[in-house]
């Protein structure tokens, strides 16, 4: 595993673990040789994560939308930044450069790009692994929800279990690292 793609808020939350486990992940993978890919800012979880990598002597890209450069903004201390049209272009580029992905607690945005790398390994256009971190609990209800729909049948049993869950960081990680694809998705008739 060379890169891991990183979704978080682009705020802190009101937790201070939820600030604690997005530096000690960008501090484990850049401990570990692995290239953080991650949104491109500097503001909230996203900066904590990418500096808490860098601090610590990773490697760290940052893919962001032309219209979300502005100083307040943009990392402007990236070894590289690569800045795109727009968001549709951003989640296309970090998930060709990422081997897996972890969701840190966030918002809409971060639902929306762990939820469509979700649905694109459901449809089978990839085979990589990618885990929310659960934070004090932040997932649960999220996870609670994802049964409930299973048992409305709404998802089959296998897509459901491509989610990884921990709120550890270390133990995301290392189910990321020892994930092995499935041979095919199956779809219900």
């Avoid at 890209?61 to 727009?86: A, F, M, N, S, Y």
């Avoid at 549709?88 to 840190?104: Q, T, Y």
């Amino acid at each position: 595993m060379k890169r891991i793609a990183v979704y978080c808020g682009s705020n802190k939350g009101v937790r201070p673990e939820y600030l604690a486990a997005a530096e000690q992940l960008g501090a484990l993978l850049a401990r570990e040789k692995i290239e953080l890919v991650y949104g491109g800012g500097m503001v909230g979880l996203m900066g904590a994560v990418a500096d808490a990598a860098l601090k610590n002597g990773g490697h760290v890209i940052g893919v962001i939308p032309e219209k979300l450069v502005i100083k307040e903004v943009i990392h402007e201390h990236l070894p590289d930044q690569r800045i795109v049209k727009d968001m549709h272009e951003r989640k296309a580029l970090m998930a060709e450069l990422s081997d897996g992905f972890i969701a840190l607690p966030g918002g809409y945005g971060t639902f929306e790009e762990f939820f469509e790398v979700l649905a694109w390994s459901q449809l089978g256009w990839h085979q990589k692994p990618f885990g929310l971190l659960d934070i004090a609990g932040f997932y649960r209800p999220l996870l609670a929800f994802l049964d409930h729909t299973e048992q409305e049948g709404f998802i089959r049993p296998q897509h459901r279990q491509l989610v990884l869950v921990e709120n550890n960081v270390e133990k995301i990680l290392e189910r990321l690292k020892n994930f092995q694809p499935a041979r095919e998705v199956k779809w219900a008739k």
